[in-house]
């Protein structure tokens, strides 16, 4: 018990660490201006209190303190630093210059023109987040993927100085850097003819809001419009309930895809690390969006899962398909199911626009506790006696388990729910599960467990626990395929195993 104890404290004790690294308590600097003072324009003012301006390659940037750039959710507006403080630096990498990468820079048009880029393949550009790096161990793993996938060209955007606390200091200067990566695709664009449909941009945590920035410079300086933007779990603090203005949004590319990997709140806070809400047109949430299986709840480790999601669907080496859904328990319980209509999008590097679907769509899925993250979904549907044996006996509490053996590959074994659940006469029960591809299905094993205790009284019974289950169906996602196996005993005892065959299927 102590160790327990103490588990839960250093897990407290972390996230606490966490928070505070945020600066989101203690960091308030000065008080802005009075909102009600203010009235938000989309021109900039030039009045000292309410614009600040660097010069940003020759050119004069001036970046809004006004509204909508704080409120109730951002309570402090700072001023970006300077370029020359932030340093932000690009560097290009292709097959060919994997290990000797190439420096682009925007101010030095000879960088740009004479940039060694592989010519008509596409442009990934790749930004890190929040007290990190572009050395950073995840951005090269990302690169590797990228470059071993497909013959093209990855940017590295490394703002390390400018991403470094006050967490609110690093909030302005997003701004900043989103600038100066929208004129660096211009710059490629107008003086290299690079496509502005070559471009791809991937940001982690505050990196996916400072390429929703940089495609707002774009589309509102230059007449560029993006492509395409992911997100990787953006970052909610002083983002969630803010002006689209100011966060990654669907206006920001043709195509904005999100994954959201820790919605969790913080210390019982109404704020997480990732962005709780839809902010894109596809936004997926794997395992519900906050609890990642592995993590055990650590705040870094859910933070960073999004990562692991995206590098891994660089691999394809199995689908992270995602389903239309509007909550992850609907999902689990096998009410959105299907691909049609447009229901189901792979995660990740493969994601693309779903016709006839909004922005702000939400979908679900379920992912494995370590590397292969990805699976293969299964609807499973217990379906329970309606005979007059069955309905005198009043149905009964269990925990279903589950073996499925195909042609290609046999399940683990498999738990429909967490807690019991009451198997009443005529009713059907689904769950969705996660597993390996198992091809044509050609047996299972069924076995349940009463959830009774002997300390409990009041999970006493006068009769012996049974159930009276009919059948067991089980579907693939995304297959026209369906295996009905019926039970030959009418009735079924706890702890011993049913085994169903071809013989058994109805």
Known sequence: MPAVGAAAAAAKGAVLFHLLNLNLLMDLGAPPPDPSQLAYTESFVSDVDEVACHMLYGLKTCFSLRPPW???????????????????????????????????????LRTIVGAPFVPGKPFKVISHG???????????????????????????????????????????????????????????????????????????????????HA???????????????????????????????????????????????????????????GMTHPIGDLDFFPNGGDDQPGCNRDVNCQHKRAILLFTESIRQSCPLVGVVCSSYQEFIDGECWGCENNNCETMGLGASPLAGQPTLTKLFLQTNNRSPFCGYHYRVSIEVS?????????GEFAILHLQLTGNKDRSQSLQLSERSLYYEAGFIHRRVILTYDLGDLKAMSVTFEYPGSILNFMSWRM???????????????????????????????????????????C
């Open 70 to 108: 704080y409120n109730t959710s951002r309570p402090v507006v700072k001023i970006p630093m300077a370029p020359e403080e932030i340093g932000t630096s690009f560097t290009l990498f292709t097959r060919a210059n994997a290990t000797f990468p190439a420096t682009l820079n925007p101010g030095d």
């Open 130 to 212: 929040y007290q990190s790096h572009g050395s950073v161990s995840w951005m090269k793993t990302i690169t590797g993927e990228l470059l071993r996938s497909e013959d093209q060209n990855v940017i590295v955007v490394d703002w390390s100085v400018g991403a470094r606390p006050p967490y609110t200091q690093a909030v302005a200067n997003i701004r900043l850097v989103g600038a100066q990566l929208a004129y660096l695709i211009y710059s490629l664009n107008r003086f290299a003819d690079v496509p502005i449909t070559d471009f791809h941009l991937i940001g982690h945590s505050l990196g996916a809001h400072l390429c929703g």
């Open 215 to 273: 495609g707002t410079y774009l589309r509102d300086s230059y007449g560029l419009f993006l492509p395409r933007i992911t997100g990787l779990d953006a970052a909610e603090p002083f983002f969630n309930d803010t002006h689209v203005i100011t966060r990654l949004d669907p206006s920001d590319a043709a195509f904005v895809d999100v994954i959201h990997t820790d919605d969790s709140p913080i210390l019982g806070f109404p704020l997480s690390v």
């Open 386 to 394: 309606n005979s007059t044996e069955a309905r005198e006996h009043d």
């Open 463 to 505: 009769k012996k626990p049974t159930l009276y289950l009919k059948s067991v169906t089980v579907e693939p996602l995304g297959k026209d395929s369906k295996w009905r196996f019926c039970f030959s005993e009418a009735r079924q005892h706890p702890s011993r195993e049913y085994v169903l065959t071809k013989e058994n299927i």
